[in-house]
């Protein structure tokens, strides 16, 4: 990709024609319950969520912070980054987990570690004790959140797979208004359980999935990864074709998992972390991966996500009630934006998404700012009534990207071999992002104030320039698609001739797992796979 603005296509997906138009989420058996399993998946995010808003929370309770001693500055930050610094140990392991040993049974030991860490927790006696429960609640997050988005989008009915898995990061807002509410509400207990209850309920997502998680499906992906193809091929074939392996969406499915899959082990027999920027595809892919991570947590939204009582401390808004009431309506505004911009990100488009969320966000970040400057100086209560409306505008237009795409964005973008890994690196960036926001926003709002707010101004106008050379359209693509565009003409047309090959040659199709097809069967899959070659080079064209 040169360094020019990426151009969008509006280009329909090549395996369109192979939909049964009859088959929706709806009125489908094993789509409903392919789509209950993802749900299971997706509130992950919401651990991830309730955790910001019940630190958030707990700052306003003074029960929480008498118990521990007031913290300010240093230890205020540390309680706040402890979490992450729990999952920058964890992000060695992950990927090897995620990838050795499956998508489900990574999930299940992070689920695992996060139940023992929020009863530990919650039965805190000391800070040195509450500090070494949220290094173990990042620890185990980290295997939960890194495995659970990667088999959202590799088990998802292809139609539905862009918004679910832009669906995950937005549900994040739905663990943050359960904390935001139940910190509101749990504040008039006079005990230590103003803020033990809310830390008992963060294990509720953890336990579910430790239950249930068995009973969901596994990647057909990692499979066919490990050479369990007809176990691929019946999972495949269960939840989006009622079971039927013939299906031509099955099987266009099927070939173009396995070609990829195969042409990936063909260039690099060990995966290692050079992959990831061995070759000019890879460094474009982390190019953006990395940018977007610390976008999702430089944008100014860090201030309001785990500071919002000093901010509004700054505007001379000090009530407990009052700064818990906001997070708890903000919270709902939030989820709102992003579950609606989660639902349109195939009609719209990724690209447009992004753009309009950075526009936004100068605009409304710029009005914050000047609002908190002029209640500094005046004490206009006008002034701080608008920096309240401002912060809610800004976040619609942070939602309508940074919550459902950063994630979804960045599973679709890489392709199989190395997306455990990169998936880390962006986690691994985040985590960087946050401890650096933990630990120098208390400090540098307690210094300079509203001041401070201007840093964040001149970054989001970074980022606004960036996105608009750098994000590539996605839309309408399946992974193996999606994937090989970054790589240009000859990576995609080798995996669509490689699918159409496996198709032709019966030593290497999955007739040894099922009787032969019809001929006009194989003819419609051949098709399906010339229609597909010439898509990913239409897809390519704009390198």
């Known amino acids: 990709m040169g360094a020019g603005p990426v151009a969008t296509t509006g280009t329909t997906a090549a395996y369109v024609h192979l939909l049964d138009p009859n088959r929706k989420w709806y009125n489908n058996r094993r789509i409903i319950y392919l789509n209950f399993w993802i749900l299971l998946l997706l509130i992950t995010s919401s651990t991830n969520?309730?955790?910001?808003?019940?630190?958030?929370?707990?700052?306003?309770?003074?029960?929480?912070?008498?118990?521990?001693?007031?913290?300010?500055?240093?230890?205020?930050?540390?309680?706040?980054?402890?979490?992450?610094?729990?999952?920058?140990?964890?992000?060695?392991?992950?990927p090897y987990l995620a990838d050795g040993l499956g998508r489900r049974t990574t999930i299940f030991i992070g689920a695992s570690i996060m139940c023992i860490a929020t009863a530990v927790q919650t039965a805190s006696t000391s800070v040195g004790m509450f500090i070494g429960a949220r290094f173990l609640i990042g620890f185990g997050l980290t295997f939960a959140a890194g495995a659970a988005p990667m088999l959202v989008t590799?088990?998802?009915?292809?139609?539905?797979?862009?918004?679910?898995?832009?669906?995950?990061?937005?549900?994040?807002?739905?663990?943050?208004?359960?904390?935001?509410?139940?910190?509101?509400?749990?504040?008039?207990?006079?005990?230590?359980w103003a803020w033990r209850l809310p830390s008992l309920l963060q294990s509720l997502p953890s336990i579910f999935q430790v239950i249930f998680i068995w009973f969901a499906p596994e990647s057909p992906r990692w499979l066919i990864s490990k050479g369990r193809n007809a176990q691929a091929l019946k999972t495949l074939a269960y939840y989006h074709a009622d079971g039927n392996e013939q299906d031509p969406l099955v099987q266009y499915e099927f070939e173009e998992i396995k070609a990829a899959i195969e042409l990936d082990r063909q260039v690099a027999d060990t995966i290692g972390w050079k992959t990831l920027f061995a070759t000019p595809g890879n460094r474009r892919r982390m190019r953006i991966i990395i940018a977007l991570a610390f976008f999702s947590q430089w944008s100014g939204n860090g201030l309001v996500s785990y500071?919002?009582?000093?901010?509004?401390?700054?505007?001379?808004?000090?009530?407990?009630?009052?700064?818990?009431?906001?997070?708890?309506?903000?919270?709902?505004?939030?989820?709102?934006?992003?579950?609606?911009?989660?639902?349109?990100?195939?009609?719209?488009?990724?690209?447009?998404?992004?753009?309009?969320?950075?526009?936004?966000?100068?605009?409304?970040?710029?009005?914050?700012?000047?609002?908190?400057?002029?209640?500094?100086?005046?004490?206009?209560?006008?002034?701080?009534?608008?920096?309240?409306?401002?912060?809610?505008?800004?976040?619609?237009?942070?939602d309508i990207a940074f919550s459902p795409l950063i994630v979804s964005y960045t599973v679709e973008i890489l392709p199989y071999q190395?997306?455990?890994?990169?998936?880390?690196?962006?986690?691994?960036?985040?985590?960087?992002?946050?401890?650096?926001?933990?630990?120098?926003?208390?400090?540098?709002?307690?210094?300079?104030?509203?001041?401070?707010?201007?840093?964040?101004?001149?970054?989001?106008?970074?980022?606004?320039?960036?996105?608009?050379?750098?994000?590539?359209?996605?839309?309408?693509?399946?992974?193996?698609?999606?994937?090989?565009?970054?790589?240009?003409?000859?990576?995609?047309?080798?995996?669509?001739?490689?699918?159409?090959?496996?198709?032709?040659?019966?030593?290497?199709?999955?007739?040894r797992l099922a009787p032969t097809t019809t001929t006009s069967s194989k003819l419609k899959r051949r098709s399906s796979a010339s229609l597909s070659l010439g898509y990913l080079r239409s897809c390519t064209d704009h390198f």
């Not at 955790?51 to 500055?73: A, C, I, R, V």
């Not at 710029?366 to 005046?378: D, G, H, I, K, R």
């Open 49 to 94: 969520g309730y955790d910001g808003s019940m630190m958030n929370g707990l700052q306003s309770l003074t029960q929480w912070e008498g118990y521990f001693g007031h913290p300010t500055k240093g230890r205020l930050g540390l309680l706040n980054a402890i979490q992450n610094i729990g999952g920058l140990a964890a992000y060695p392991f992950s």
């Open 154 to 192: 590799e088990i998802a009915y292809p139609v539905y797979r862009g918004p679910l898995t832009s669906a995950y990061n937005s549900l994040w807002y739905s663990g943050a208004i359960v904390a935001a509410w139940t910190t509101y509400g749990s504040f008039k207990i006079p005990t230590t």
């Open 307 to 398: 500071y919002l009582n000093k901010v509004f401390d700054t505007i001379g808004i000090t009530s407990p009630t009052i700064q818990l009431l906001i997070n708890g309506i903000l919270q709902i505004w939030n989820l709102f934006w992003a579950l609606t911009a989660s639902f349109l990100v195939d009609r719209i488009g990724r690209r447009v998404l992004f753009l309009t969320s950075a526009a936004g966000m100068i605009v409304f970040f710029t009005l914050q700012t000047a609002c908190s400057a002029v209640y500094a100086n005046t004490q206009s209560q006008s002034a701080a009534h608008a920096v309240i409306a401002f912060i809610f505008l800004y976040y619609a237009f942070y």
């Open 418 to 511: 190395i997306r455990a890994k990169g998936f880390t690196v962006f986690n691994f960036a985040i985590s960087l992002s946050l401890i650096f926001n933990q630990y120098v926003n208390p400090i540098a709002l307690d210094a300079i104030k509203w001041k401070y707010y201007i840093v964040y101004v001149v970054w989001l106008c970074f980022e606004g320039i960036f996105l608009y050379f750098f994000v590539i359209e996605t839309k309408n693509r399946t992974l193996e698609e999606t994937a090989a565009i970054f790589d240009g003409h000859e990576v995609a047309e080798q995996i669509a001739a490689a699918a159409l090959g496996a198709k032709d040659d019966p030593r290497k199709t999955r007739s």
